[in-house]
């Protein structure tokens, strides 16, 4: 359970939330015996966030779709399942200003996030330097990185960003397969999708895909459309906004969880099989390893480098959307997109 800025989070199986006279309640059965664990101002909260097995009362759904409120559930692993919409209010704004900055060609929003991107990827390699001594390869491509983030704060056009975003991505694979220790068995030749032609290629898809789902249910929870993007194309059906989000957390998070499964050798080469088509399958003990240990990141606790608060690594996407939301309705002049230090 997690109060930012007006934003509630309960990710406390068994919670129940209702309305008691002026303020919102959140309580728990716990021995036989209800308990309380929280009571706030109930207009003091703009949006309500569940996680899993959560109840909420019907009157404090009332209360909810009337005041316009935003209270979305999720399941267990941050899938979005529904929200609660009332008469339709600043939603229809807030995505009126994401269609117009996204129709608009405003590229401040890309551009932050590609260079947030750029400068978590050389932080993962600068922890490898710290990690494992000097490595001449991975030393220059951090380098070139750091100059790549400088050199995009004075780009406006969508094609340059997009084509630092590139080169930025050849430099930081390029070396990716040197952060590999050489006793795990395991041999990175290259970024493949569709399908991926390596395990380690097929981790970080099984892992994208995973958190680009979650992105989507988070921007759906604050009530931004997730097919509309700024950086990456639109194509029916693709949650390009989503998409967009993900590049933030790609190398500080999905990144180094595969990094470190491999290097601690907690998954081995033999845990993947490869189909008639050449893609490389996980066999489902990895798959099961996988999905434990990125439940148990979600839990770690990382101080927000804006909100400069503690936030579980598991809300983030929310935040970073509520941000973004805030952007589009302009309480915030710029998007604050995250960069982990």
Known sequence: ????????????????????????????????????????????????????????????????????????????????????????????????????????????????????????????????????????????AANRLRQIVTELKNQTA???????????????????????????????????????????????????????????GALQGVGLDPQVGFLHEERPGRDSLALDLLEEFRAPIVDRLVLTLINRQQVKVGDFSTDMLGGVLMKEDARRLLLQSWQAKKQEEITHPFLGEKVAVGLLPHVQAMLLAQHLRGDLVEYPPYVHR
């Open 158 to 216: 969508s094609d340059r960003i997009r084509g630092f975003e590139g080169e930025a991505a050849r430099h930081y694979f390029g070396v990716f397969n040197q952060m590999i220790t050489a006793q795990s068995g395991f041999v990175f030749d290259g970024r493949t999708r569709r399908p991926p032609k390596d395990p380690v290629n097929a981790m970080l898809s099984f892992m994208y895909s995973l958190l680009s789902k979650e992105i989507s």
């Open 1 to 140: 359970m997690k109060k930012l800025q007006n934003c509630l989070y309960i990710t406390r199986d068994g919670a129940y939330l209702h309305k008691q006279r002026e303020t919102l309640l959140v309580e728990q059965t716990i021995e036989g015996e209800r308990k309380k664990l929280l009571q706030v101002p109930i207009h003091s909260v703009g949006h309500i966030f569940c996680f899993g097995n959560v109840m909420v009362s019907p009157q404090l759904m009332g209360f909810c779709g009337e005041s316009g409120t935003q209270l979305a559930f999720y399941d267990m692993f941050g899938r979005f399942q529904a929200r609660v919409v009332g008469k339709q209010t600043g939603n229809v704004l807030l995505r009126r200003a994401q269609f117009h900055c996204a129709d608009n060609g405003k590229s401040h929003i890309a551009r932050n996030i590609v260079a947030a991107k750029v400068q978590s990827s050389r932080i993962v390699l600068q922890r490898h330097l710290r990690t494992y001594g000097a490595n001449t390869d991975v030393s220059a």
